[in-house]
């Protein structure tokens, strides 16, 4: 079983950023994959970024492209989605996702709110 805590969502001004932190119970090197997600209300969750923990790569959903970046910590077991230029379409609860040994683990989901 991984634990995920999610924390760093709230109001932000349309341009603004925000950092979302994702505090895993277990080693991440010894997980598969981190991912983030976010879903509005009536949609379908949506992939936002993911990470191969072995080999680092990255993939992003196109709309946030050169403005959302997700990092990790390693001592921490943590994992970061930094978002940049923020814009109102950007609203959503997001949820970090980790998949270990073919089952998939899921935070609580952190508001993040896009407003002027």
């Known amino acids: 079983q991984v634990q995920l805590v999610e924390s760093g969502g709230g109001l932000v001004q349309p341009g603004g950023s925000l950092r979302l932190s994702c505090a895993a119970s277990?080693?991440?090197?010894?997980?598969?994959?981190m991912a983030w997600y976010r879903q509005t209300p009536g949609k379908q969750r949506e992939l936002v970024a993911s990470?191969?923990?072995?080999?680092?790569?990255?993939n992003y959903l196109d709309s946030v492209k050169g403005r959302f970046t997700i990092s990790r910590d390693n001592a921490k077991n943590t994992v970061f989605l930094q978002m940049n230029s923020l814009s109102p379409e950007d609203t959503a609860v997001y949820y970090c996702?980790?998949?270990?040994?073919?089952?998939?683990?899921w935070g609580q989901g952190t508001q993040g709110t896009v407003s002027s």
């Open positions: 990470l191969a923990v072995t080999s680092g790569r990255t």
């Open positions: 277990a080693t991440i090197s010894g997980l598969y994959a």
């Open positions: 996702k980790a998949l270990r040994n073919g089952n998939d683990y």
